[in-house]
């Protein structure tokens, strides 16, 4: 029985690396999803920060499993809330230094979601939460952080990476290390092995 093609229906550089680093041979192809256009959608609609994170993963997943059939699609979604307010990857430094600036010494809920599609179909997911708080800090610990970690901040969500410099912005992290990085990354592996999918079809 052939094992089915992995795809990560993804452009993050960190999803790709832990996927990469549990030793998985898989496809990149990003879903063309509107995120933008889903999140006003969803928002107006009141959603959940973990609703948003999942419709977004789903989307990108049956999207791209619908383009490859007999694939296995890896689809994921991460959203950041503090105090009722909902955070997306900031467009510029400017953007990531003032969202910094308002997080900074409070805690923060990030939500990460994962579906795998095939043939357009959702076959599992999982959603997992991380609480993480941020020290106070001053505007030209800011400004020094922003120098030394540059553009890479506007890739992610909360404008950190906590397997990186921003480790520094924060005083205590609650969840799962995979979860925090965009990726519940145990239960996929569960779920993938059990079709099939892991260390003995790499080889």
């Known amino acids: ?105 409070q805690s923060h809920e990030l939500c990460s979601s994962v579906v795998v599609a095939r043939a357009g179909v959702r076959l599992w997911h999982c959603n997992e939460r991380a609480r993480l708080t941020m020290r106070p800090f001053t505007d030209s610990f800011i400004d020094a952080y922003l120098a030394r970690a540059g553009e890479q901040v506007t890739t992610s969500v909360g404008a950190y990476q906590l397997e990186g410099l921003g480790a520094h912005l924060f005083s205590r992290v609650d969840g799962d290390y995979f979860t925090i990085l965009g990726l519940p990354l145990l239960p996929l592996l569960s779920f993938l092995a059990g079709h099939g999918i892991g260390l003995e079809s790499q080889e």
Not at 46 to 73: I, N
Request: hydrophobic share 45%; with cysteine.
């Open 1 to 105: 029985m052939s094992v089915p093609a992995l795809i990560l229906a993804s452009a993050s550089a960190s999803r790709r690396q832990l996927l990469t680093n549990a030793g998985l041979a898989f496809d990149i192809e990003t879903s063309g999803v509107d995120e933008d256009e889903v999140k006003l959608s969803l928002l107006g609609e009141r959603a959940s920060p973990q609703d948003v994170a999942e419709t977004l993963a789903e989307l990108k997943a049956k999207r791209v499993s619908a383009r490859h059939p007999a694939a296995m699609v890896i689809g994921a979604d991460s959203t950041l809330a503090c105090d009722g307010r909902q955070f997306d990857k900031p467009p510029t430094l400017a953007a990531a230094r003032e969202q910094l600036l308002a997080l900074a010494g």
